[in-house]
């Protein structure tokens, strides 16, 4: 009887081992050390969006209606069907859910999605413009993107009675188009082209009114693309839980996830690059990713920096309404910084594959991947910076960082917000009225690794 | 009633005196004015400010001492900062060296990369150098590398600084 109850003593606590070693640190709650508890709570809660002192109406809610219209209207392309919302689908995150952008051409790298951008510090992959007004121009006028040209622009305005409403009530009257050539802007490093050729006979005073509207519509799509805000999400409510000891609010995250965020503030170093409230330095890092040597070389930020000190749309500009501000006084472009691009958040990530610049992996498994083994990884050049270290994740590791990155999708984001504006006060008709089907034009990269990916039926706005 | 017998109760009274007058002491002004004779007006004024002596080093061959304050203090991370540099002559402290030109750069050496910004140093006073826009852009060790040239020759004062 003796020698029973100790057998069925030890069955028993065998029993309970081995439950601990199949569910113990996955059990109903992950504790945090003192230490991982402080890393967390520096990436909540996520503040207001910062001033751009750049644009004086960066905040106001009459450019934001005005810049919500025009980011919907193809009126601003050279063929009147491709406008900011092609490429930045509301449907696809605000980018487009493929590797490269789709416009009047293909894109050299993946459309960055729109999430949380009144953010950043510096704009494009590269970092080759230093506020969102700025940035809004450049694929706007890019022959393979919108295509659009800033006189166009001016006469598109001048022309629709809604829209001269709406630009001067934000920001003055117009200034007379008249004598001015039906298309013209600058065009770098093409001789004789014939939109060059029509903007320098432009005299220079009446150049720069027609710069100083083209640079007024790029503030105005700034105002509207400061309120796609991501936050809010479950992460952050977790975070709160743990800030105030509120158990109810951890559990907002499951177990896979809150293991996974133990990862991310730990031994996966995430943090070093995504960091902050916004899940981002803002800067530039070489991630190593596998080359593809068929695609021309991308120099990154190095060549972003020498653009964008060359860009006289820059914050230091004649069009800024802050030129004293000293955000790229300290600018230089360094050795190091070749290959480099900038860090995304991760808000909302979830919602936008693919990812990286070059939109490399389909998923955020992928990715995750990609950082556990540093597979294909190109070579450490010279300059590089050495951060990556492989992570030899397990399988479960994968998933719970997985969990953790789909965590950090906020709340929903008004509809509102995400169509077309009829600025005349007519109730908008639904968003797929403004839409027709469309074939694209050119194949599709499939991804890295030889998948193919199903083309995607692309819509153009009407 | 008992109480302690004055022979223990006197070295716990001076311990205790010499604590509450280095408490009401500026202590960070201690190390300076205490070295060489009592200081004439301008060096008075030099020798007066207070200076931070965790951030104070000798450069690599002995002939500079190098003290610097960061404003804001403790240093952001991944946000612009400025930084006061002092300058002074190791042998005297209190004496300035006019003609040094000063260089800085900043490094991860775990992850071999620098800075993403150039700063912008201006000499605002004979021992006082004022540097503009650095940072340093993620958490983690960093070492602020403060170059003196002086005479043709080229010293260097290596700050470690732990941003988290």
Redesign the interface.
């Known amino acids: 009887m003796r020698s029973t109850r100790i057998a069925f003593g030890l069955l028993c606590l065998s029993a309970a081992v081995a439950a601990w070693g199949a569910f113990g640190k996955r059990g109903l709650e992950v504790e945090f050390t003192p230490e991982e508890v402080?890393e967390i709570l520096h990436h909540s809660p996520l503040a207001p969006p910062p001033a751009d002192l750049t644009n004086r109406v960066a905040d106001n809610p009459a450019a934001a209606r005005f810049g919500q219209a025009l980011f919907f209207d193809g009126r601003l392309s050279a063929n009147g069907r491709v406008a900011c919302a092609t490429c930045h689908d509301p449907a696809w995150g605000w980018s487009n859910g493929q590797r490269r952008g789709e416009g009047l051409g293909i894109t050299a790298r993946h459309v960055p999605a729109l999430w949380n951008v009144a953010y950043n510090r510096w704009y494009f992959w590269d970092g080759r413009a230093d506020s969102l007004w700025s940035q809004a121009l450049q694929p706007i006028e890019a022959p393979n993107e919108i295509g659009g040209d800033r006189v166009a622009i001016a006469h598109t305005l001048a022309a629709d009675p809604t829209l001269r409403s709406a630009y001067e009530g934000v920001f003055g009257a117009l200034p007379d188009l008249s004598g001015l050539p039906a298309h013209a802007k600058p065009v770098r490093q093409v001789a004789g082209d014939p939109l060059q050729a029509a903007w320098e006979a432009i005299p220079g005073w009446r150049r720069i009114l027609v710069n100083r509207v083209f640079s007024d519509v790029g503030k105005a799509i700034e105002a509207y693309e400061r309120r796609i805000v991501s936050h809010h999400s479950p992460f952050d409510t977790f975070a709160e839980g743990l800030r105030t000891g509120d158990r109810a609010k951890r559990r907002v995250l499951s177990i896979s996830a809150q293991l996974g965020l133990k990862l991310f503030v730990g031994r996966g170093n995430c943090?070093?690059?995504h960091?902050?409230p916004n899940f981002s330095?803002?800067?530039?890092h070489n991630l190593r990713l596998p080359q593809d040597t068929s695609l021309p070389l991308d120099t990154g930020r190095y060549e972003g920096v020498r653009e964008l000190l060359q860009d006289e749309f820059n914050s230091i500009g004649t069009y800024s309404d802050h030129p004293a501000e000293?955000r790229i006084?300290?600018?230089?472009a360094?050795a190091?910084?070749w290959g480099q691009f900038k860090t995304p958040t991760l808000r909302n990530v979830a919602q936008t594959p693919p990812y990286t610049h070059d939109g490399t992996f389909a998923s955020l498994e992928e990715v995750v991947r990609f950082y556990s083994t540093l597979k294909d990884a190109a070579p450490m050049g010279h300059h590089?910076?050495?951060?990556l270290k492989p992570l030899h994740l397990s399988e479960q590791e994968i998933a719970d960082l997985v969990a953790f990155l789909s965590s950090l999708s906020g709340e929903p984001f008004p509809f509102e917000l995400q169509r077309p504006l009829n600025l005349a006060g007519r109730s908008a008709g639904p968003w797929e009225a403004f839409l027709v089907p469309h074939q694209p034009k050119f194949p599709l990269p499939a991804t890295r690794g030889g998948r193919s990916r199903e083309l995607r039926e692309t819509v153009r706005l009407r | 009633m008992t109480g302690v017998s004055p022979c223990r109760a006197m070295p716990l009274a001076v311990v205790l005196a010499a604590a509450c007058t280095l408490a009401a002491c500026d202590w960070r002004s201690i190390g300076v004015a205490a070295v060489g004779s009592t200081p004439s007006g301008r060096e008075a004024s030099i020798a007066s400010r207070p200076l931070y002596l965790a951030h104070q080093r000798l450069s690599s061959y002995g002939r500079f001492i190098v003290l610097y304050h960061p404003f804001p203090d403790p240093i952001p991370v991944n946000e612009s900062f400025d930084i006061e540099v002092v300058v002074r002559d190791a042998r005297d402290r209190l004496r300035a060296v006019p003609d040094v030109t000063l260089g800085i750069n900043a490094e991860m050496s775990s992850h071999s990369h620098g800075m993403n910004v150039k700063p912008i140093v201006t000499r605002t006073s004979p021992d006082t150098f004022k540097v503009e826009g650095m940072m340093l852009h993620m958490p983690g060790q960093w070492t602020l590398n403060v170059d003196l040239t002086h005479a043709g020759i080229t010293e260097r004062a290596v700050f470690d600084v732990v941003l988290q």
């Not at chain 1, 330095?281 to 530039?284: A, N, P, R």
């Not at chain 1, 006084?329 to 230089?332: F, N, P, S, T």
């Open positions: 402080r943090i070093l690059c960091s902050g330095d803002g800067e530039f000293k006084k300290y600018l230089v360094r190091d910084s590089d910076e050495s951060i």
